[in-house]
């Protein structure tokens, strides 16, 4: 069980921080502890989930021994482009699922040495690709921005400092 204070990765939306956890009636009129989340960076969506909900994804966010782990592993990961359109997006949207920054890594490593790849051609990568690394940018970064006590902004020279 998460406590207040802790920071979590909700679903594929980003990092949110407990804010309160509470007690309260649920819509059979039984007692449920939820979970009040609140986002780290962007929108003022408060999240409110029961602690037991499976239904989503929740997990505590990288240490930042596990962060700086990840970032020095990043020349060596692998990358998986997919030619047929649907099978990539299909595997792509999997790999968001996930909610694992390995994962995530990866889709953009992926996704980025595609476009550009693309770039050289003239060519651009589909809306699709676009949208899908844009979401795992969002959510890895955010995760290791509180990781590492940076802004989002600042990550991607934060890696390239560190890989180089």
Known sequence: MFKINDYVIYNSMGV???IDIREEKDIND???EYYILKPVYGNNLTIKTPVNNTKVFMREILKKEE???LIKSLPEQETAWIDDDRKRSEAFKASLKTGDSEEWAK???TIYLEKQKKSVDGKKLMKADEDIMKIAEKNLYEEFAV?????PEEVVSYILEHVS
């Open 147 to 151: 990781a590492l006590n940076i802004q």
């Open 30 to 32: 039984n007692d449920t």
């Open 67 to 69: 962060v700086l782990t």
């Open 16 to 18: 949110y921080k407990i």
């Open 107 to 109: 889709l953009i490593k």
